[in-house]
């Protein structure tokens, strides 16, 4: 199983462009799961079924942005169930449509049932508060889908904290928060140990001058749940995508993370 994690950065910049190599490169990638940041659906335009096409089964969280930017979630099996969390949690999240898409869907054998989860806090860093309460939530959501019922769980998206943060440290099983603890295996970390992984990088032109002495983190992720004894997919790749240009073409002010997970044998 393919899962993916990428921030389409809405329609801005050269959207014509990025639209063309984002098709090609998804296309060449062949995700099972995807989870995307900052796509934009409106009346008239989805931009996740135009890179797609019909090949997938699509699910969009309804609270967006006034220009139709939010968060979506891409499978290539059907949806049995999908699940919104509200992440406002203070008055300062009020501006910005923090989110957690929770899908459940059944993959073939031998992965079996499946919940998958597209968790995005607020992007601001200085709002890390904001990012340990919006991690409990979305851990208590899938702790009662996974109650009593024996289901994989990958957790993915853009979470603005690095690593060494307390919010990603809480997926990690590294502290607890809330009164709560889980533990996640993150993919990049299984892979490659100790290596920056950045996927907000200076090396990006799209990236806003506002991060200009940013010297790069790394923010985007992909987990697996653990639950009481080590993950139950094994990693047997990572690595980031969309993470040079292609003909001089970036696609998004981020870099995406993709990993191939496995039952372990």
């Known amino acids: ?11 801005r910049g ?3 462009e990025r639209r063309s190599v984002l098709i090609s490169g998804l296309r060449d990638l062949q995700p099972d799961l995807i989870a995307f940041q900052e796509s934009i659906v ?14 997938y089964h699509i ?3 309804r609270r967006r942005e006034p220009d139709g930017q939010g968060i979506s979630i891409a499978s290539r099996w059907s949806l049995s169930k999908v699940h919104e969390l509200d992440l406002q949690v203070s008055a300062r999240t009020a501006d910005f449509a923090c989110t957690a898409l929770v899908v459940e869907t059944f993959a073939p054998d031998p992965i079996g049932s499946l919940i998958f989860v597209n968790h995005v806090p607020n992007w601001q860093s200085d709002f890390e508060l904001e990012h340990e309460q919006q991690a409990v939530l979305t851990a208590q ?3 009662e889908l996974v109650r009593g019922r024996r289901a994989h769980v990958v957790l993915a998206g853009d979470f603005t904290a690095t690593p060494d943060t307390a919010s990603v440290r809480f997926w990690r099983g590294l502290q607890s928060l809330g009164g709560m603890s889980v533990c996640y295996d993150d993919a990049w970390e299984r ?5 920056p992984g950045h996927t907000f990088s200076p090396r990006n032109p799209l990236r806003s001058k506002r991060w200009l002495l940013d010297l790069g983190r790394r923010i985007d992720y992909i987990f697996i749940r ?3 004894t080590s993950s139950t997919l094994d990693v047997t790749a990572c690595g980031l995508a ?3 240009p292609v003909g001089g073409v970036w696609v998004s002010d981020h870099f995406g993370v993709v990993a191939d997970l496995a039952v372990p044998t």
């Not at 393919?2 to 389409?8: C, D, I, Q």
């Not at 892979?191 to 290596?195: I, L, W």
């Open 42 to 55: 409106t009346d008239a335009y989805d931009q996740v079924l135009d890179l797609l096409g019909a090949n």
């Open 191 to 195: 892979t490659h140990p100790g290596e």
């Open 242 to 244: 969309f993470e040079q």
């Open 59 to 61: 699910a969009h969280h």
């Open 226 to 228: 653990c639950g009481h």
């Open 14 to 16: 050269n959207w014509a």
């Open 1 to 11: 199983m393919r899962v993916l994690t990428l921030n389409l950065w809405g329609l």
């Open 141 to 143: 959501i899938v702790e």
